[in-house]
């Protein structure tokens, strides 16, 4: 019964996260092509212990967190993926009555669990350029959200949107704003503001970094938070009271198997990368194509016809990508693509130019 329903759960906008069509080649979701031997052999010896519990603390991958990126065991938690990160933080400072603020276009997520507290979100437009405009962003910082979500790199635009010197003057001057900064693509490229965790002075600072796009762990949902030891021990307190053992022990397992082999790890981000520059390459190669650069997981070009007529052709053609819907008021042409694995590079090159032929651009 929806009038049963808590009204900021009727309000809110249902999200649709796309769909799974069998059979072709998957490009929709900006997921890593690879996945990581040690974490693979990691993760199977896991399943064998699937009858206990996973350690609620994290322990062990806390420790390890700790000691490769210089932090206490104190200020690094582990969580159910950034997405559920996001919504431990939401659920940590958010009620009725806040107000977050946000560039946009963004990742959706940090609405959808402000929505979901029955917060507000305010946005910054970026502007043509997909740079935010800094008049704009301190006039809404002066009225104090409660939280202020930035991806670094961003969301769908692919670009790092502030300076680590900004943060670090804004989280100091803006002490009543908690500060949340996203580095789910840290691994691809950007700079960082972890040190500013590792100084120990900003308690009205948190950093997120990911397993599912450098390392390959999508499918196991793995994240971690870094903050003040306070507002760790605050996170804490609240997935105690709710998500005991939001992480699985296979998903643990898997991500201590990328501390545990670091240079193993390092090799498999460069080979990542690698796929990624070549695809980029040959992107660029094709005609009345545009590239744009981004230091995230997905690609990001610009093609003659509209975005989503594109992607229907293709899908025909088994390549599955995904039109920039949430730009699509200013530029209806832009697609999203995943990197795809070296081995379908040629149906997923083959697939691209074929379709721009058909539409009238390039030979067949
Ligand atoms: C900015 C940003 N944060 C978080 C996520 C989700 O990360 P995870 O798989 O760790 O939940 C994404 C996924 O696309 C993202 O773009």
Known sequence: MESLARSAVRNMPTLSWGEYPEGVVRLQFGENPYVFGPARVAATAALGKMNRYPDAQKSALRRLVAARDGVTYGQVYVGNGVDGLIELVAKTYL?????????????????AATHLLGATVRTVALDENWALP??????????????VWLAQPNNPTGNQLVTPTEIAQWVAEHPRTMWVVDETYFELGGETVLPLVAEGKYPNLVVFRGFSKGYGLAGLRVGLVYGDEAMIALLQKVEGSSQVFAVNQVALAAAEAVLRHPQEAAAFVREYQQAKEEYVTALTALPDVQVRPTLTSFCLFRVPMLAEEYRRGLLRRGVA????????????HLCLSAVPHPDDLPTVMGALRAELAAQGHGGS
């Open 95 to 111: 009620e009725e009555g806040d107000t977050v603020l946000v560039p946009g276009p963004t990742f959706p997520c940090y609405a």
């Open 134 to 147: 800094r008049a704009d962003w301190a006039a809404a910082l002066a009225d104090q959200p409660k939280v």
């Open 321 to 332: 990508l995904k039109p920039m819907g949430i730009f699509a008021q200013r530029d209806p």
